[in-house]
């Protein structure tokens, strides 16, 4: 059964840092590319950034090209969003997920960026 627990959310201001994990279990995590996605309030999802199976092929979303850092550690099974420069308009709940829709994703950590 696949398990995706998200952590690391909380409140910043605008300029700031986080960095948000992603704890899998329930499945092969090292041989499945891995996405973060994010939903804002009232709106739908969007997707955030993929990473690889192996992590040598990292996409972002042009959004947050240059400031967000996404990484796995097979070994642990985890997975990292670091942020920086954060803005206003990156408040939202953010999920790991194992595709760019969202369509299989965890329960989604709050990050709330506000002066």
């Known amino acids: 059964q696949v398990q995706l627990v998200e952590s690391g959310g909380g409140l910043v201001q605008p300029g700031g840092s986080l960095r948000l994990s992603c704890a899998a279990s329930?499945?092969?995590?090292?041989?499945?590319?891995m996405n973060w996605v994010r939903q804002a309030p009232g709106k739908g999802l969007e997707w955030v950034a993929e990473i690889s199976s192996g992590g040598n092929r990292i996409w972002y979303a042009n959004s947050v090209k240059g400031r967000f850092t996404i990484s796995r550690d097979d070994a642990k099974n985890m997975m990292y969003l670091q942020m920086n420069s954060l803005k206003l308009e990156d408040t939202a709940l953010y999920y790991c997920?194992?595709?760019?829709?969202?369509?299989?994703r965890g329960q989604g950590t709050q990050v709330t960026v506000s002066s």
């Open positions: 329930g499945f092969m995590f090292r041989i499945y590319s």
């Open positions: 997920a194992l595709d760019r829709k969202g369509s299989t």
